[in-house]
């Protein structure tokens, strides 16, 4: 993209330090690109993506070469989307489509936004905008557009496409392999580990009295929503749906594959997480589906909203294409 070509390798090196007292906010802006009338600021590519180059300055400290070229690529997908964006907006403000969608819209999106990032406390969204130096009003307008370019992409890319059952079933046969299921199981499990300030060896000894427990008549799932030490707990140790066997650590795994549906195994012992005492794992296998290739009706969603992408992207690109043929844009 020959817009970036002006400023994305001082970018990748500067932007962190660069500091200037006539910005309120300490660096340097300046216009990159002028979308007919809109423009496009350095700052508004930059910030974005802050954090993102944050990370890639620790994952690359020592190969500078990489680093930039990363950097490089945040930039140009940065500068892309803002300059779509701005595409989008301009076609809309034309008045070629309907409005009256677009205020509704645009509350659902806040009352959703509120609640999402800040728990539905409107007071706590208020003083973030303010601590950040943002108005209310700031707020909306990117609200409204984000709204906007969201929908006139979807209109103009995946609500034209029409996926037939014949084309999602030529892709599952052509892809077959693509939808290979390894071995998987439903599990329970209880995890025991130390509990605070207790002796060392209390998690094998509480392992042990559990198993005494199951052996005599209680069920693991009353045991589990009892003792077990993780997220699995309030469901009486179970794991939710099917599990593949290769997705469990060694041990556990291993335990797992010798048990046939509806066993319960021994005590799997695993390194403790920083103490001296083992992790202790109590298993029972449910059910076992070996391995297998999923139904059509399984997955014919899932293929449905990939072709239906695909094909948008198309449509898409083919769109915002369009409009810069008949647009100004301008890179300074």
Request: aromatic share 8%; with cysteine; net charge negative.
């Amino acid at each position: 993209m020959k817009h970036m070509k002006c400023f994305c390798i001082f970018a990748a090196s500067a932007f962190f330090a660069a500091a200037c007292a006539a910005q309120p906010n300490g660096f340097l802006d300046g216009i990159l690109v002028v979308v007919n009338s809109s423009v496009i600021t350095y700052l508004q590519v930059q910030d974005p993506i802050y954090s993102q180059v944050q990370r890639l300055r620790d994952s690359y400290a020592n190969d500078p070469t990489n680093f930039y070229a990363r950097v490089k690529e945040f930039q140009e997908a940065q500068m892309e989307s803002l300059e779509r964006s701005k595409l989008i907006l301009d076609d809309f403000a034309k008045g070629e489509y309907t409005t009256n969608w677009v205020d509704d819209a645009v509350e659902e999106a806040i009352k959703q936004d509120i609640k999402n990032t800040y728990g539905g406390i409107r007071s706590r969204w208020i003083k973030t905008l303010q601590a950040v130096g943002r108005t209310e009003e700031d707020y909306r307008k990117e609200q409204r557009e984000r709204v906007i370019v969201e929908a006139l992409a979807h209109l103009h890319s995946t609500s034209k496409i029409i996926i037939s059952p014949a084309a999602i079933e030529k892709y599952y046969n052509d892809h077959a392999d693509d939808f290979k299921v390894e071995d998987q199981i439903k599990l329970r499990t209880i995890k025991i580990a130390q509990p605070p300030g207790s002796p060392a060896g209390s998690s094998k000894l509480l392992a042990a009295e559990i198993l005494r427990k199951m052996d005599g008549g209680v069920p693991l799932d009353e045991m589990a929503r009892e003792f077990s030490a993780d997220e699995h707990r309030a469901a009486g140790g179970d794991w939710g749906g099917w599990v593949s066997r290769n997705d469990l650590v060694a041990p556990l795994r291993d335990a797992a594959s010798s048990l046939k549906p509806g066993e319960r195994g021994p005590v799997v012992e695993l390194p403790g997480e920083g103490t001296g005492d083992p992790i202790c794992y109590l298993l029972k296998v449910e059910d076992v589906r070996p391995a297998h290739i999923s139904p059509l009706p399984e997955v014919q969603g899932a293929i449905e909203r990939m072709l239906q992408a695909q094909k948008g992207k198309v449509l898409l690109d083919q769109w915002i294409q369009r409009l810069k043929a008949k647009s100004l844009i301008e890179t300074f």
